[in-house]
Structures are given as C-alpha cells and as structure tokens.
C-alpha cells in the first residue's frame, strides 16, 4: 500500500512559479513508477509527467514541456514537480499518482496507475 499527499499548491501570477510536493509512505517509494496528473474544471484528468523507477527516463505532455520539471528524493521519499512560466491554462488540481508497473517513457492514462493522492489546486491568474 502506498499513500500520497501532495502539497505546494497556491495562487500565483502569470509567469510566476510553483514547486509541488508529493510524500509518499512506506518503502516502495523507489520501487514506483511516479507521475503527475491535473484536473481542470469541466475538463477531464490529463496526464502532465512522468519519471521512472530509477529515475532516469522522464516525460512530459507537450503543454507543459520545457516549463516544468518532474524530480525525485529517493532519501525523502517524495516526488516533486517545478512548475516554471505558469499560464491561466495551467489551473488545476494536480495529483500525484503511483505505478506498480515499470515504465519505459511515453504519456500514461489514468488506469496506468495504482494509487492516487487527494490533489493540490494550483490557480493562475492573468
């Protein structure tokens, strides 16, 4: 079992910057497959990034590549997301989620992965 709670979440301006913590309980930390999804309102749960066990392969969706940054503490267990140049459309809720499976690079669903934080709203304002 895996438990995520994300954090970092807040309002910024245009441009500004946010840094997202995920910590995640027990052991297995560096065993998963971790990534981050947002959720707008009245749009469905997109994928943002993604970073392997080992954390040598990572991958971005096209909309937020080159801004943001997925990383992770293997010593604190907790995996982060530098969100850089932020735009109203980066408004969300983000979720850090957990992958039991390996990951070889590409973007990930929602059923690809196993366990799931509650989420941290990120507002962007114009």
């Known amino acids: 079992q895996v438990q995520l709670v994300e954090s970092g979440g807040g309002l910024v301006q245009a441009g500004g910057s946010l840094r997202l913590s995920c910590a995640a309980s027990?052991?297995?930390?560096?065993?998963?497959?971790m990534g981050w999804f947002r959720q707008a309102p009245g749009k469905e749960r997109e994928f943002v990034a993604a970073i392997s066990r080992i954390g040598g392969s990572t991958y971005y969706a096209n909309s937020v590549k080159g801004r943001f940054t997925i990383s992770r503490d293997y010593a604190k267990g907790t995996l982060y997301l530098q969100m850089n140049s932020l735009k109203p459309e980066d408004t969300a809720v983000y979720y850090c989620?957990?992958?039991?499976?390996?990951?070889?690079?590409?973007?990930?669903?929602?059923?690809?992965?196993?366990?799931w934080g509650k989420g941290t709203l990120v507002t962007v304002s114009s």
């Open positions: 989620a957990a992958r039991t499976a390996s990951y070889s690079g590409g973007s990930l669903a929602g059923y690809d992965m196993d366990y």
């Open positions: 027990g052991r297995s930390f560096s065993t998963r497959t």
